[in-house]
């Protein structure tokens, strides 16, 4: 993140992250607080500002039963259907009257557990509560309110009702409707005021205002309340009651005191009263309501529980609109993404069905630009990073820790920093695992949207040291004029549907995955018959037809030597066509022996030079060349190679010969060998020659088994060397073509896996 506020030292981010705001043993002084522990009810705690009775010190309840002290409140405790469980928050029981040294007061009481004890707190009855706010009074307005909620439209529209009717209930100058992201900042969604204080609408705050142990409080608690921020705080005595051995903690009460950086903060904004209620969905903290005040307010029991009441049906609707409009999502991207099941169902490979219906697999993500990582191959679409960015951005999401298959990020370069280089293609990525051996993905980008971000005050704070020693304190914000940032690095985040349709097809694509490799493994065993029985051929081959062509050649020699006399010269002829015939079948034999036993030597792949190699076969190649004719050679660097010498040698040799063969009509014959560039990741080499060429038409016959495109009496030869050629370069991986035009030479590829060592 490149804003101010990510440029704070984390030490003092965390500063108000260790406060233990539920520990701090004090209370606001509009109420009183007793705990109590075991079947009589013994208080073993108090705030100091228990009320006097009539003959007796408020201090001296400590020890004593509460049946004895407040008869009246141990009655309403007796009288609850069932006890508070653990870990919820305080139930309102009853309003009653206690007898005080100053006369009678009215008290809601509330109760609820921490720990082994009960927590009675006595809030004294705001003026103002009277019949106006009770159930039947605010039942109409809030029947109203959720009949507004169901017509309303957007989310927007929802916050807007939420904000109006809170400050309606309460009365306050200013309510707020503020949501979190996902990085805890919040922003004003929606406000409705009387223009008493001033305008947040739109504006951001910094996760640092509300720190991550106020949020869970915020969680736990889901109202708050401060009627004066000029309070002072009351102390809960004593501060560790022997019997626990632990502060008491305050994590749902309703008078607990706040932070006194929180209460600096409110001064700083002008506000000297606040209510907050949190917005729960699905048990997360999707928001608050902020209600302020400029002078002290405040606000009785019943109003705040009508809030709280219509914070919980709002958060039920929206809930509603956010799973609604998430079905609707879920349900489009489940048809983009059966479409794609089909596609690639019906392909070569999950790869090229992808590929081939590029728009619908845009569409699945949303994104701009998708890259596919299958092999040695990187299939690109649309707008994306470059080839060998693409594959180390797969190289370094192989190689991270845990068992994700499926990342997600729309601020990419903050976690992989070489993607700084392509934000505007890639701040944005989505990406699946679809091998757990080799770093084969599918990846989808989508570029950076550059924001401005309109912040409520500059969002740094500054951190000043602790007059006592101890740590920097982060001081809160003077300042909530408007203060604007410019976020670069950030793509529009990826919804949850998209995220699980990108599970979905990953589970696609590792079934059919599954389901051929299932099919390979039934070819490869029928493959394996298959090349016993042709090992079989090859011998009866090599054994049974040998040996009666060298019959033939035997008994032609004898037949010439001993009745060569009675031969006439047309016999002798004949003898001699026999004797070649028979010669030539026998090449042929060898020749296909040789072919057959090609694909099932194994490959013994060494680095080597290919300059070398080239050079040795070319002096081999030249001693069989007549001694006047010349041929000028011309050798580019070729580099090394990582193949095994021994094939590469027949295929360098082949294609030299080729190329001797078929120039040899002319007085100035020129032969070419060199490297290509390419940037497929192979090693691409070619034999070029001025020859007699051929005609493209016949171009896919060049490298089948004795296939010949030029009479055997024009050049010699069997047709089965550039069968060889092909099947040698493509067990090494390659692949093989030719280029070519008559009367004007041939030219003839051939390609290596490129490895970085060979370089």
Not at 288 to 308: E, F, G, T, Y
Not at 435 to 455: C, D, G, I, K, M
Not at 740 to 751: D, E
Request: proline letters at 6%; one cysteine or more.
């Amino acid at each position: 993140m490149n804003s101010a506020a990510r440029a704070l030292d984390a030490a003092q981010l965390t500063a108000c992250d260790r406060e233990p705001i539920h520990l701090l043993g004090t209370l606001q002084p509009h109420g009183f607080l007793l705990a109590v522990q075991g079947p009589e009810l013994r208080i073993v705690q108090a705030s100091q500002n228990v009320p006097d009775r009539p003959g007796r010190a408020g201090a001296d309840v400590i020890g004593r039963p509460l049946t004895e002290v407040f008869p009246g409140i141990a009655g309403a405790l007796a009288g609850a259907a069932t006890p508070q469980p653990e870990g919820e928050g305080a139930r309102y029981l009853r309003t009653l009257d206690l007898d005080t040294a100053d006369g009678p007061r009215r008290y809601d009481l509330a109760v609820h557990r921490s720990g082994p004890l009960a927590v009675v707190e006595l809030e004294e009855a705001a003026a103002g509560a009277d019949a106006d706010l009770s159930l039947d009074a605010l039942s109409p307005r809030l029947n109203a309110f959720v009949e507004s909620l169901h017509r309303a439209g957007t989310v927007a529209d929802l916050c807007g009702l939420l904000a109006a009717e809170a400050r309606r209930v309460t009365g306050f100058d200013r309510a707020l409707v503020y949501r979190f992201d996902r990085d805890w900042h919040g922003t004003v969604v929606a406000e409705d005021g009387n223009g008493v204080l001033p305008s947040y609408l739109d504006l951001r705050f910094p996760a640092s205002d509300i720190p991550a142990q106020a949020r869970e409080l915020y969680r736990r608690n889901r109202l708050r309340i401060i009627p004066d921020a000029g309070y002072v705080p009351v102390p809960i005595v004593p501060a560790v009651p022997p019997s626990t051995g632990a502060p008491l903690d305050l994590s749902h009460s309703i008078l607990r005191s706040v932070s006194p950086v929180h209460v600096e903060y409110m001064r700083n904004m002008g506000t000297m009263a606040s209510m907050s209620v949190s917005i729960l969905v699905d048990g997360r903290l999707w928001g608050l309501i902020s209600c302020h005040n400029k002078a002290p307010r405040r606000v009785p029991l019943q109003a705040r529980n009508a809030c709280d009441l219509l914070t919980r049906v709002f958060a039920l609707q929206l809930a509603a609109k956010e799973r609604s409009a998430g079905a609707e999502e879920r349900l489009r991207l489940g048809a983009v993404g059966g479409r794609l099941l089909g596609y690639m169902t019906e392909a070569d490979s999950f790869a090229a069905g992808l590929v081939a219906h590029a728009d619908d697999l845009l569409a699945l993500a949303e994104a701009e630009g998708v890259a596919i990582v299958a092999g040695d191959q990187c299939r690109l679409v649309g707008r994306t990073p470059a080839k060998a960015e693409v594959q180390r951005l797969c190289e370094w999401l192989a190689a991270r820790d845990g068992d994700e298959d499926v990342f997600a990020t729309d601020a990419l370069a903050e976690v992989y920093p070489p993607a700084a280089d392509f934000t505007e293609v890639a701040s944005g990525l989505l990406a699946i695992a679809v091998s757990q051996t080799s770093p084969n993905a599918v990846l989808w980008f989508r570029p950076e949207v550059v924001q401005t971000v309109r912040w409520g005050g500059d969002p740094t704070k500054a951190a000043t040291p602790d007059p006592a020693g101890g740590p920097m304190r982060l001081h809160p914000r003077t300042s909530f004029e408007i203060w604007k940032e410019t976020l670069r690095g950030r793509a529009l985040p990826w919804s949850v549907a998209q995220i699980d349709a990108a599970k979905d097809l990953r589970a696609a694509i590792l079934g059919i995955v599954l389901r051929r490799a299932e099919e390979l493994a039934a070819l490869s065993e029928e493959l394996q018959r298959s090349n016993k029985e042709l090992e079989a051929f090859s011998y009866s081959v090599s054994h049974d037809l040998r040996a009666p062509f060298r019959h033939i050649v035997g008994y032609s020699e004898l037949l010439r030597t001993r009745e060569g006399d009675r031969l006439s010269d047309k016999g002798r002829h004949y003898l001699d066509t026999i004797v070649e015939a028979a010669f030539s079948a026998g090449t042929l034999v060898d020749s296909l022996l040789t072919f057959s036993q090609m694909g099932r030597n194994a490959l013994k792949r060494v680095f080597g030079d290919m300059n070398l190699l080239v050079e040795e076969v070319r002096r081999k190649v030249m001693r069989d060349v007549p001694a006047g004719r010349q041929i000028r050679w011309q050798v580019g660097s070729l580099g090394r190679v990582y193949a095994d010498p021994v094939m590469l040698r027949l295929v360098v040799e082949n294609l030299l010969s080729n190329a001797v063969k078929y120039s040899r009509g002319r007085p100035d014959a020129v032969i070419e060998v060199g490297r290509a560039p390419d940037d497929r990741g192979e090693a691409v080499f070619f034999v070029r020659d001025n020859g007699i060429g051929f005609d493209m038409a016949y171009v896919n016959k060049l490298f089948g088994v004795f296939q010949r495109l030029h009479r055997v009496e024009e050049f010699e030869g069997t047709g089965i060397g550039l069968a060889n050629v092909r099947r040698i370069v493509e067990r090494h991986g390659g692949r093989v073509w030719a280029e070519g035009a008559l009367g004007q030479g041939a030219t003839f590829h051939f390609t290596l896996p490129d490895r970085m060592e060979a370089r």
